[in-house]
């Protein structure tokens, strides 16, 4: 199974949202990273078949999602950003309508609601109303609708928003039980949620592919660059007009900072082994959530 955008674009008017992207996924977890306004969601939204692109395609074995139709659907699962849900429904009786809107036979449905909602932690609360749900908890019944189908494609946007780190920690092991025979594609724009998880990350920069890659891989782009230094406040206000800074940690009267640079920014700076953040603020500069 081989999915393809070929160069995927999308307008607003005169805004390019998402321009030319050319990506092929086969089986595996792949995290879309990028600032807010990258174009992870119009990108998305375009794969799934809700947005019509301004050029370009996306295929599936060679066909176009438009030409597939429900076929389509049929092997998809998509969990958009906002999830649109009714308060009161109950937990079950929710996934029970949008399985009846999928066309799923109730037996069926029935049968794998149960495993979803205890996959994701829910079962005890299946007869509780939407309404009395945390945000995580109405994240968690948006990833369980999106597996109703068993999907072989499943595009998630944003999943992780709102999860505390005991729902995040579960989340990433759901993923790496489902990602076995699936494509699973993950939006964010936080780094510590596809550093576990994906075993691909693609780096989206105004609406364009900066890179694609491995993490280890994905690293090695800024191998020499990450630099550790120990700085006063004055000079620490100095160098983050000069550059991209990392973690800051203040000791005391001074601050330990990481610093992502072509060349040694101090003199008592050290080099360090990156990270994928170090990666993601040398693409994308300044600081992230
Ligand atoms: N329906 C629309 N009409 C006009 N502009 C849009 C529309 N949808 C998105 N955009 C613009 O396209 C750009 C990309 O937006 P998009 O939501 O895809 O980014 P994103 O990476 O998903 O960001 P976020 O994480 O904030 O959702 C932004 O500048 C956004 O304002």
């Known amino acids: 199974m081989r999915l393809r955008t070929q160069n995927l674009t999308k307008n607003f008017g005169n805004r390019c949202a998402v321009d030319h992207v050319s990506l092929n996924f086969e089986r595996g977890v792949y995290g879309l990273l990028g600032p807010n306004g990258a174009g992870k969601t119009t990108l998305m939204r375009m794969m799934v078949g809700v947005l019509p692109p301004s050029s370009g395609k996306v295929t599936l074995d060679g066909v176009t999602i438009g030409e597939l ?35 799923l036979d109730p037996k069926y449905a029935n049968r794998r609601i149960d495993e979803l909602l205890d996959l994701v932690g829910l079962a005890d609360v299946k ?16 990833i369980a ?30 993923l790496s039980e489902l990602s076995e ?25 105004e609406g364009k592919v900066v890179n694609c890659d491995t993490t280890e891989n994905l690293r090695h782009m800024v191998e020499g660059k990450v630099w550790l230094a120990t700085v006063t406040h004055r000079e620490l206000n100095e160098l983050k007009r ?23 920014p101090l003199q ?6 990156p990270s994928l953040e170090d990666v993601f603020i040398y693409v994308f500069g300044g600081q992230q959530e």
Not at 71 to 95: N, S
Not at 127 to 142: D, E, V
Not at 145 to 173: S, V
Not at 244 to 256: A, C, K, S, T
């Open 181 to 205: 025979e699936r494509i699973v594609i993950l939006s964010t724009h936080i780094v510590s949620d596809v550093q576990s998880i994906a075993g691909q990350v693609i780096l989206l920069k």
């Open 268 to 273: 008592n700076a050290t080099a360090v082994e």
């Open 69 to 103: 139709g429900a076929k389509y659907r049929d092997i998809l699962g998509y969990m958009p950003q906002e999830v649109g849900y009714y308060r009161d429904f109950t937990a079950k009786r929710f996934l029970q309508y949008l399985g009846a809107l999928k066309g």
């Open 242 to 264: 000069q550059f991209p800074i990392g973690n800051v940690l203040q000791r005391d009267d001074h601050f330990e900072i990481r610093i992502v640079s072509d060349s040694k």
């Open 127 to 142: 007869n509780k109303k939407l309404g009395q749900f945390s945000g995580g908890m109405i994240r968690r019944i948006g």
């Open 145 to 174: 609708q999106a597996l109703l189908n068993d999907p072989k494609i499943l595009i998630l946007d944003e999943p992780t928003a709102g999860l505390d780190p005991n729902e995040r920690i579960r989340f990433k092991n759901i």
